[in-house]
């Protein structure tokens, strides 16, 4: 019996691991969860699942949710403290890192210091401060399994070989809604059509994320610190269809790829019962679905996303926390109809080309960059 921490559990990636666990009564018990703001659903999420405590960002609805969730008569916390304190309590053996953004940091930190298996969705802390992550998981032997679709093909292709025989990992993109728009229609596009995802059913700020390509660059420097392995090496292949999920090649020119269907059930469910498989609710992938398998190279003209991630990943430092925040920022103001879609790509460079990148010796320097960068983009 696992004993899970849901961070994030009102998200997409949360209430699709409620569905995981939901069908594993013997496996998992949820012990907490946290949510940001969405108290309905969350009070909803607790009489069903009656975990021992929760934790809400914003202390302000506490009063709310208590009222929503009256019946159920566990410990709520609030604010950043609160996350942090649910995410290395003792009654849970593995977090669930499923909050968007930086705002995750804190919390999955906590985790890994506490030798805590931690699954991790949240990518943007992973590329804030992911050498900090990793040294605190081998301090404190906790186990990183990645969630991110393409992060976990990775992890599963590259079992076919030992790590010093990969010589190329290929993460898939599945080229978000303007796809195949020209430059022109990029410049005028709207809030709607940014938001509506081809292939993938997600949260707000990853699905602009895909359509700006930036939800790849963020993968670029994720699966750089996961799978150490250099920039030179990990390529971008744009495939609509998003069966295929990754791909690792091997010295010998092997390639090795996981597929199935754009559902994050399965990666979900494939990190939460690692090492083992079990039979869940998923559809298997059928001839139909792989009659039109395409790849293609990404556009780096009409999508900067992909060379601000090596960029800012060569330099390292404080400059991936930087592309991280900035982008965070952009998406904020244009789902604020504040700034333009390709003005996020403007933010970013701008913040990137003005930033001078420091070692990350401490989580407040990575903090520092990080509020800089907003504070750039908010300038602007
Ligand atoms: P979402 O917006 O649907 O959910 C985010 C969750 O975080 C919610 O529970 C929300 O209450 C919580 N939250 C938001 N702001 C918070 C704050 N300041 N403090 C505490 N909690 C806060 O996001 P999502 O689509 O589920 O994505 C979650 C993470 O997983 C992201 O980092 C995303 O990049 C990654 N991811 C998502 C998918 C997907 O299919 N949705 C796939 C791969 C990776
Ligand atoms: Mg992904």
Same mark, same amino acid.
């Given at each position: 019996?696992?004993?899970?921490?849901i961070l994030g559990s009102t998200g997409s990636i949360g209430v699709s691991t409620l569905k995981v666990v939901a069908q594993f009564p013997d496996k998992f018990r949820v012990r907490s969860m946290t949510a940001g703001n969405n108290v309905?659903?969350?009070?909803?999420?607790?009489?069903?699942?009656?975990?021992?405590?929760?934790?809400?960002?914003?202390?302000?609805?506490?009063?709310?949710?208590?009222?929503?969730?009256?019946?159920?008569?566990?410990?709520?916390?609030?604010?950043?403290?609160?996350?942090?304190? $649910?995410?290395?309590?003792?009654?849970?053996?593995?977090?669930?890192?499923?909050?968007?953004?930086?705002?995750?940091?804190?919390? #999955?930190?906590?985790?890994?210091?506490?030798?805590?298996?931690?699954?991790?969705?949240?990518?943007?802390?992973?590329?804030?401060?992911?050498?900090?992550?990793?040294?605190?998981?081998?301090?404190?032997?906790?186990?990183?399994?990645?969630?991110?679709? &393409?992060?976990?093909?990775?992890?599963?292709?590259?079992?076919?070989?030992?790590?010093? &025989?990969?010589?190329?990992? $290929?993460?898939?993109?599945?080229?978000?809604?303007?796809? #195949?728009?020209?430059?022109?229609?990029?410049? $005028?596009?709207?809030?709607?059509n940014a938001l509506k995802h081809p292939t993938w059913n997600m949260g707000a700020k990853i699905t602009i994320d895909s359509a700006t390509l930036m939800n790849k660059a963020l993968e670029i420097i994720e699966a750089h610190f996961l799978?150490?392995?250099?920039?030179?090496?990990?390529?971008?292949?744009?495939?609509?269809?998003?069966?295929?999920?990754?791909? $690792? &090649?091997?010295?010998?020119?092997?390639?090795?790829?996981?597929?199935?269907?754009?559902?994050?059930?399965?990666?979900?469910?494939?990190?939460?019962?690692?090492?083992?498989?079990?039979?869940?609710?998923?559809?298997?992938?059928?001839?139909?679905?792989?009659?039109?398998? #395409?790849?293609?190279?990404?556009?780096? &003209?009409?999508?900067?996303?992909?060379?601000?991630?090596?960029?800012?990943?060569?330099?390292?430092?404080?400059?991936?926390?930087?592309?991280?925040?900035?982008?965070?920022?952009?998406v904020s103001l244009f789902l604020n109809d504040q700034i333009k879609f390709c003005g996020i790509f403007d933010r970013v460079g701008e913040a990137l080309a003005a930033h001078t990148e420091k070692p990350v010796d401490s989580l407040e320097?990575?903090?520092?960059?990080?509020?800089?960068?907003?504070?750039?983009?908010?300038?602007?």
């Amino acid at each position: 019996m696992k004993h899970l921490c849901i961070l994030g559990s009102t998200g997409s990636i949360g209430v699709s691991t409620l569905k995981v666990v939901a069908q594993f009564p013997d496996k998992f018990r949820v012990r907490s969860m946290t949510a940001g703001n969405n108290v309905a659903l969350f009070a909803e999420q607790v009489l069903a699942v009656r975990p021992d405590r929760v934790a809400i960002a914003n202390k302000d609805v506490i009063p709310e949710f208590k009222r929503l969730a009256s019946g159920w008569n566990g410990e709520v916390l609030g604010g950043v403290d609160g996350l942090v304190e $649910v995410a290395e309590e003792s009654a849970s053996d593995y977090v669930v890192s499923a909050i968007v953004g930086a705002a995750g940091l804190l919390p #999955t930190l906590a985790a890994l210091k506490k030798g805590k298996q931690v699954g991790i969705a949240n990518k943007e802390p992973l590329v804030m401060a992911g050498p900090m992550m990793l040294a605190a998981a081998k301090e404190h032997g906790s186990t990183i399994l990645p969630i991110d679709s &393409e992060h976990c093909a990775v992890f599963q292709s590259a079992k076919a070989g030992d790590a010093k &025989e990969i010589r190329k990992v $290929v993460l898939t993109a599945s080229g978000g809604p303007f796809r #195949t728009s020209t430059k022109a229609e990029m410049l $005028v596009a709207t809030k709607a059509n940014a938001l509506k995802h081809p292939t993938w059913n997600m949260g707000a700020k990853i699905t602009i994320d895909s359509a700006t390509l930036m939800n790849k660059a963020l993968e670029i420097i994720e699966a750089h610190f996961l799978f150490d392995v250099p920039y030179s090496a990990i390529e971008v292949w744009v495939h609509p269809q998003s069966i295929v999920h990754a791909m $690792v &090649e091997f010295s010998d020119s092997s390639i090795v790829a996981q597929l199935g269907l754009p559902d994050m059930r399965l990666p979900i469910q494939y990190a939460l019962t690692y090492p083992e498989r079990l039979d869940g609710a998923l559809p298997p992938l059928t001839v139909d679905k792989m009659r039109n398998l #395409t790849f293609e190279a990404p556009d780096l &003209e009409r999508f900067p996303s992909l060379n601000f991630a090596y960029d800012a990943g060569r330099r390292g430092g404080t400059a991936p926390a930087v592309l991280n925040a900035a982008n965070e920022q952009a998406v904020s103001l244009f789902l604020n109809d504040q700034i333009k879609f390709c003005g996020i790509f403007d933010r970013v460079g701008e913040a990137l080309a003005a930033h001078t990148e420091k070692p990350v010796d401490s989580l407040e320097t990575v903090l520092e960059a990080d509020r800089w960068a907003r504070e750039f983009v908010r300038s602007r």
